[in-house]
């Protein structure tokens, strides 16, 4: 899955309705990915494991708690391509995810739970770029 592919599956399963933790958007694409090739829930943890080291940066997290900017990293995520572009141009665009608390932690658990569906068994999942707060060294440094 390349990154086009990527955005254009979290538009296509963004629900039509408020969705603040993005619950429906994480069921939708658990739902979309689970009935595809297992080469697609793998290209979209690549994909979603980028655009969440892209924010993995000082200028968006310094202070908040490990899992906070991780949930709000994801929430700019579930927010789509132009949110996700938007915020890493100006960083004072994720200041608001921050400080409404908005999370999307579902959306973090989307490929192991669609890789669990297809193949029953639990994924030790393994990404060239990892999501975790603070993993972007380049991203962190003179912090």
Not at 71 to 90: I, K, N, P
Not at 99 to 124: F, K, Q, S
Request: charged share 25%.
């Amino acid at each position: 899955m390349n990154e086009n592919a990527f955005w254009q599956l979290i538009d296509e399963c963004t629900p039509s309705t408020p969705d603040p933790d993005a619950e429906h958007l994480s069921a939708g694409l658990t739902e979309h990915l689970s009935a595809g090739p297992l080469a697609t829930v793998i290209g979209f943890a690549e994909q979603l494991a980028w655009a969440l080291y892209q924010l993995d940066r000082k200028e968006y997290g310094y202070g908040l708690s490990s899992d906070s900017f991780l949930y709000t990293r994801a929430a700019v995520v579930a927010a789509g391509r132009e949110a996700h572009e938007a915020t890493l141009r100006d960083p004072r665009l994720f200041a608001r995810y921050a400080r409404d608390l908005t999370w999307a932690e579902g959306l973090l658990y989307v490929p192991d739970e669609a890789y669990r569906r297809i193949t029953g068994e639990e994924w030790d999942r393994s990404t060239q770029y990892s999501y975790e707060s603070y993993s972007n060294t380049a991203g962190w440094a003179n912090a």
